[in-house]
């Protein structure tokens, strides 16, 4: 029993020590950890500062570890501020240190806010590591900020050679693009959906006649002049008393210019009030809206059967870091549940059967199989 006793002993011990052991801290937008693991990298990673203050991957680490903790912190919180604070002094500290390295110049950057940002920290970041990913996608909103197509397009053919999407992300814009309307508009939420759906039209030269809209970076005046001439939608005015209402987006669904607009299922909860709600309507990976009743599951149908590359949903055979590859799986779920329930109406054995396999598939790899079941259940 002792022996056994001590062995355990040791199986936990080790266990304590590879739990200890420093490692990469992505952006949040490519892994989400839970916040003790970003407590524990802080740490390391500020011993090995501690050890060597030119170690740029530790700064890299320790800050991209602080920033994760600030992210994962209650909105204007104490705890909030305090990682603000550490940010901003890290940033400061790594560049007096390293002013002419690439890490001082990225982080200063990366500690700034959309737009607000002082650009020739990226512009010395990127003549240090002109290909490196974190850059480039920088690179890429600024390209996409000031409407310079020619180095947006060179940017995002860069980021579609060094494999910055995982290939599953990169499916899922393929599908998301082949479902827009002609000449369309489809909005995004955050920087993942939003990248993927750049680096398919660049890439591959696919579908450059749908205007992809961040909903976030809509909001700025500059950028929203600049697009919407190029579209032919008339300027409008954002209340900045209340930015990103009901009212502004609503201009845009139903701009003077008569373009079709889809909203993807991953900004869909960025639209809550049932002005604009009542008028989407799911088309398989993105709502379209429209003031007139669609008959959608035709279209869904349609989509997913004739259109959808889907292979990726039950195997994947390229490795990429992060778990994006799995999270993105979670927009195909609405479109693949409805179309099961009306399978079960229509007493299609066939797509029950394919339908519930493919949902089935994507619960078990995301843990989400118990809300699942109760969901088709109701």
């Known amino acids: 029993m002792k022996k056994i006793i001590g062995c355990l002993s040791l199986v936990f011990l080790a266990l304590g020590a590879i739990a200890q052991e420093k490692q990469t801290v992505h952006s949040v937008i490519v892994e989400w950890r839970e916040a003790e693991w970003y407590k524990t990298q802080e740490k390391l990673w500020k011993a090995e500062i501690d050890k060597n203050n030119q170690n740029g ?22 705890e909030q501020k305090k990682y603000y604070d550490q940010c901003d002094k890290i940033a400061k500290d790594v560049y007096a240190l390293m002013p002419n390295t690439f890490e001082g110049n990225y982080i200063m950057y990366w500690n700034g806010k959309l737009g607000q940002n002082d650009e020739k920290y990226l512009i010395k970041a990127y003549e ?26 060179k940017v995002a053919k860069k980021l579609y050679e060094v494999n910055r999407m995982p290939s599953g992300a990169l499916n899922w814009a393929y599908n998301v693009l082949t479902e827009v309307s002609e000449n369309g508009v ?16 660049e890439g591959l030269n696919y579908r450059k006649d749908v205007t992809v809209i961040n909903s976030y970076m809509i909001q700025m005046d500059d950028y929203r002049s600049k697009l919407f001439k190029e579209m032919g939608i008339a300027p409008l005015e954002m209340d900045k008393k209340n930015p990103g209402s009901t009212s502004f987006f609503k201009q845009i669904f139903e701009n003077n210019a ?29 709502y ?75 619960a078990k790899e995301l843990d989400i199989e118990a809300e699942i079941q109760k969901t088709l259940a109701e």
């Open 258 to 286: 008569k373009i079709p607009v889809h909203v993807s299922t991953s900004a869909s909860g960025l639209f809550t009030d049932s002005t604009i709600t009542d008028h989407l309507y799911l088309t398989g990976l993105t």
């Open 57 to 78: 991957e530790a700064w890299m680490n320790y800050y991209g570890a602080v920033r994760a903790l600030r992210i994962l912190s209650e909105a204007n919180s104490t």
């Open 128 to 153: 240090f590591r002109p290909e490196d990913p974190r850059v480039l996608l920088d690179y890429l909103i600024k390209s996409e900020l000031e409407r310079d197509t020619v180095t947006f397009s």
């Open 288 to 362: 379209i809206y429209s003031l007139e009743d669609v008959e959608n599951i035709a279209v869904i149908k349609r989509n997913f059967e004739k259109r959808f590359l889907l292979d990726h949903l039950i195997k994947n055979f390229s490795y990429s870091y992060g778990d994006l590859d799995a999270r993105i799986k979670h927009m195909y779920l609405p479109g693949l549940m409805k179309l099961y329930v009306h399978s079960k109406t229509a007493d299609d054995l066939e797509g029950i059967a394919y339908y519930k396999g493919l949902i089935d598939s994507i």
């Open 186 to 201: 489809v909005f995004t939420a955050g920087d993942n959906d939003t990248y993927a759906l750049w680096i398919v039209q």
